[in-house]
């Protein structure tokens, strides 16, 4: 057939549908750089890892919530030079809109409790488990997306928040069987910082983009990070006086540095007594290193490590009061956590806790005859009613149907013959422990 219309020359069929069958050249089947595929065995690895992200937050009696991973490219930009914000996956939509695929979602949070304004009554405790992008150039071949688990509480200013989200960290950790000797929970606060800074008389303004520079202690050298803190404006001595604090291990010796009347070291000796309590003691450590690298962090941060070192940061969170003034509304006190697919997963392979989850199926049935086709539909659909996860199988040899059974873990093959059929039964053979028998049909459960 020859394809003709006023826009287009005529085509040929085989051009307008493009190339067919062997000759042509086969797709790129890979995904997008940077970017996963989840096939079945990796999916459900996935789903048991989010199941147990999940039933943390049900314990935590947090509730779910959810945003589109497309946001409005105005709700990250923000002038602290922060990596996450200089890669941006953004773009402009057909409307000519900013759009960003979000790189994190803690603003989604923060815009949704903004938008629901007084409907929203605090505090809020909500979970989300959502993808976040970056547009890394590939130079690294480091990923694009992740997932993450992110657990966040909107109206307690009190550092009880902050033990509540270490408790989720730790529980989670547990319920894969990880130990505080494979984990620890590096925790300080900003207000560490902001204390050093003003014993140094550096403007207020600064300290944004100095715990955006100093959070990449251990990523660039000490050189780098005085030339950074220098061209900010920051003093030589000052930076020496930084970075002397930040090496700091022991909250007693930053009460010697600092004094016991400031918020920074009250509010860490709080969380560290509130820790005894919950009982998670041995998981938690002060390191003043720990800054985090978001901007909008205010006061405590934590982020979980693996203690042999060789992993990048497992989770990381801490509290955000002033994030809601950045979008031009009331500030309400806030801190909360993301948690990645990805690091975790290392973490587990390293630590042989990866769980076995085949593929599992209650029943196979199969009919012997094709007569019988109907029979073994309204059988399998009779088990299925029932809540049994039934696969349907025709058309095979019997020796098949005993390889797919192995394949895919069924627990039960239920034979459907002639013989027994007139008998109102079917044969019934238990996969595990080989025992076969006659079952009347009504008697199938
Ligand atoms: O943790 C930073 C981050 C953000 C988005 C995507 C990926 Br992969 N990583």
Redesign the pocket.
Known sequence: RVLSSSSSPTLTQEEADGPVGKGSSLIDVNPPR?TRDFPPDDMRLRSWLFQNFREVSRILSFEEVDFPVLESEALFIRKAGE??TQ?L?NFEDKGGRRVVL???ITPSLARLVIKQGKSASLPLKWFTIG????Y?RMTRG?????Y?WNMDIFGVSKVRAEAELIQAVVLLFERLGIKSSDVGIRVSSRKVLQAVLQMYAIPENLFTQVCVIVDKLGKITREEMEKELVSLGVSTKAVNGIIEVLSLKSLSKLEEVLGSEGEAVSELKKLFSLAESYGYADWICFDASVVRGLAYYTGIVFEAFDRQGKLRAICGGGRYDRLLSTFGTDDIPACGF?F?D?VIVELLKEKALLPDLSHKVDDIVFPLDEVLDGTASSIASSLRKKGRSVDLVEDKRLKWVFKHAERIGASRLILVGNSEWERGAVRVKNLSTREEFEVKIDELD
């Open positions: 940077g990596e996450i890669q996956y979000r790189p994190e993808q976040c992008w970056r890394e480091r990923r694009r997306e992740h993450q993301g990645g990805a």
